[in-house]
């Protein structure tokens, strides 16, 4: 990791003529005019967000938008995973085109993951495919969902079943508005920053162990950690736009984590996505060692890491009760498809050195979460 | 033409990886379990369908699909245009996760343009994109609206303003159905078959002249005259697959067309999507005849032809009064757009010579809707 830690990065994101930049930097959101009105053919844009953000960022984003010459309609809805649903979406296409959005104009996403996803279905539905921009503003979005397309909504029959793969135009990260954020959202979103060490970046890792202080407390390597992650996530879309294959390694941590979110009715208070990929990652850094893949002392690092930063490693970190390990294998099961008895896994061979392990037996998946956690 | 005429034709969409066939042909609903086990990897499938074309088709289908094992549930919605809506969306999109279609499964519209334009605008989204199978059973669909791979919804602000391309796997075009199709319908696809002709096939044209009693009757002249028409609009989805160019020729009579369909309020006893087409087709000739691009035997042969066969071919033919010239042009310019002055706008320089002009004076315009329209 260099020791020069400029104040803003950039990094590309790199999809033929459909390629963007990711901006990084403090600040950011009060530069969104000129950095959109220097990309953008049209003069108008429809911000969509929600209560917690708007009272914090929209009017600095208005200003600038206007400053710049750009007319802008804004729409605030309720936060919450409730708002990724039909009953919100249609709204913002109304919006959208009541702002009479056209093909050289942009919709633009301000707010965490689920405005991210929401707003991003919503442009690339409305005309068929509308210009987007992403402005994160949760540490998640900043390092995970704002960057790769893939943009949905949920059903009463699962999380994310109804989308699309719609690129953004530009991502503005604005590092400072992550002071606002909750302390318990923020570490949720350093999960995923971790991943990408644990995935195939053992430097990385090693980095932020020593330095996850400073990442917590903002300046340059906050900025580092997030450009860092962001070049990770954009090289695996560049190569993988789809999740035909290598893009399926971003899911370390995650089949067990999405088990462990539908245990717990997806009830933030319980449990919030990031928390689920944190304890994921340890039990698959465990399986992983059952399996004689990695060492164990991995997988003690892994845990001794996240829980520094005062994040969630074991089931049993997770308040109220669990359902039994043959319930979390039926959720792991619906999630992931079993073919032939053999589950898709991510595992590794230690820290940042993971794959896609395609012949996992689920009978040895059941019998390591009965152990981890027995009745 | 050939004379020799088979009792089915084949036309292949060259898009790829993405290609796909369309069979036409009578009795093509009571084989489509065969054609599609013999395509699709899974052997689940979801129907949906209205509730007119329900009751003649939808058994055939399903037993014909249970014959070939393939497993499939179906869902029956109103018919009409306000079917292309997020009421109807919603519940299709839910009816296709319950039946868990997954990767290897399909979603098969069963219908003319209203569900299929529905039903893939769902498959397109559900897990961000299911396979998907039209089974298109008016002549506009057959012809028109299920190859390509626009799909879409209408909205408060216009129409098919919400949707995705998103190209079939299959399509199944059985011209036996098309013996319950009410006249005003067929004729009214019929005015989409013509304009093949009329945009780049003079010859067809010519050959629709002489057979098109035998168009109507059923049996190899529609089969024909549909063949030529798929693959007359194949070939311009393969060159031009998401309209950014070439594929705007297949808007020849529609932004006339369009103007006279939002004049009337969409209101199908007045006028249906291909009626507003016919008339629209007569103006542009007309119109190009104006301007001295073509000659005005042309736009009478044209028009002749239309009369002919039953379809409006002059404003005064539309029920009911139209607003001013004025107000029609109003409509021109928000479907089309106005750049100093100048529109965008198929013309023509005789049967069979359509291009795109995107100098077309708009006062021109004007003028000559006056002189048609005269208050
Ligand atoms: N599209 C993808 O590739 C992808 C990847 C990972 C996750 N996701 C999705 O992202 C969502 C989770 O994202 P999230 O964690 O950002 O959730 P979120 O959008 O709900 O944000 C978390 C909370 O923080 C608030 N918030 C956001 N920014 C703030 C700020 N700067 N200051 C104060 N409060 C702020 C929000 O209002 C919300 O209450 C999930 O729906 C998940 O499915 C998508
Ligand atoms: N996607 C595209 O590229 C494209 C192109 C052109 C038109 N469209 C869309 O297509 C729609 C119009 O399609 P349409 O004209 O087929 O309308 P439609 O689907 O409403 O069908 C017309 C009527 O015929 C009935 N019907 C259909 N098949 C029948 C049969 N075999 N026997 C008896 N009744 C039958 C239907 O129930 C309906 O009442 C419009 O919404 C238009 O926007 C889409
Ligand atoms: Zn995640
Ligand atoms: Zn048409």
New interface residues.
Partial sequence: MSQMIPAERSVRVNLGDRSYDILIGPGLIAEAGREIAARLKGRRVAVITDENVAPRYLETLMASLAQSGIEAVSLVLPAGEKTKS?DC??PV??AI??ARI?RNDAVIALGGGVIGDLTG?AA??????SRFIQIPTSLLAQVDSSVGG?T?IN????KN?????HQPDLVLADTGVLDTLSQREFRAGYAEVAKYGLIDKPEFFHWLEQNWQAVFAGGGARIEAIAVSCQAKADVVAADERENGLRALLNLGHTFGHALEAATEYDSHRLVHGEGVAVGMVLAYEFSARMNLASPDDARRVEAHLRAVGLPTRMADIPGMLPPAERLMEAIAQDK?VKGGKLTFILTRGIGHSFVADDVPASEVLSFLKEKHPQ
Same sequence: chains 1, 2.
């Fill in positions: 039909f979406l249609i296409c109304d085109l009541g056209e279905f690339g539905i409305v005309r068929r495919g893939k949905g059903s009463p029959h699962g079943l109804i989308g699309v793969f498809k």
